[in-house]
């Protein structure tokens, strides 16, 4: 199944999430509540970042889809793309600079292995952050100007997104429990 036919099959669904690997449609989890807050929290961080930085880009929370190539396409928890507001009708963001996956049991191996080496195909791409709601901690994997992928583990303290230009507080995506 190419990227278009899995957008028309997945639109014509009464219900339910999916992600394609490879051109095989994969359904999505139920998510914990856990899992939605912290999602939710990571939108807000990145949106009130935006704010604060003028900077001209958009923040999304999931729905969104992710075209790595023409048989894969991912739903992140939140993404961040920068230029002109797109379409109301867009469902595929072209061009993400930040995408955001909050791990849960069923998808903490997928967002660490196949979509980690699958987002950074995108030459768009320059931040990717895995959210771990029970450790409550933010593995960011960045894209450096000379292409090499570094990774940084933070459990507390500020999040710097450069580009571009963001800075978001661990504290806005794990509140006081």
Known sequence: ???????????????GR????????VQM????????????NAYLAL?????????KCH??????????????????????????KLAPDTIIIPEPVIVVEVTSPSSEARDAGVKLAGYFKL???????????????????????????VT???ESGDLVLDPPGLTVSLVDIFPAE
């Not at 199944?1 to 219900?15: G, H, N, S, Y």
């Not at 989890?29 to 939710?40: F, Y």
């Open 1 to 15: 199944m190419t990227v278009e036919q899995f957008i028309d099959w997945a639109m014509a669904q009464p219900r």
């Open 59 to 84: 923040v999304l929370t999931d729905g969104a889809t992710i075209r790595i190539d023409g048989e894969t396409a991912y739903e992140p928890d939140a993404v961040v793309y920068c230029g002109e």
């Open 18 to 25: 999916y992600e394609l690997y490879g051109g095989r449609v």
């Open 47 to 55: 949106r009130m970042a935006v704010q604060k930085s003028q900077k």
């Open 123 to 149: 030459q768009s791409l320059i931040h990717y952050l895995i959210v771990d709601p029970d450790d409550r901690l933010v593995v960011h994997h960045r894209r450096r100007d000379d292409g090499e992928i």
């Open 29 to 40: 989890s139920p998510e914990r509540t856990e899992h939605i807050e912290i999602k939710g």
């Open 152 to 154: 940084r583990v933070l």
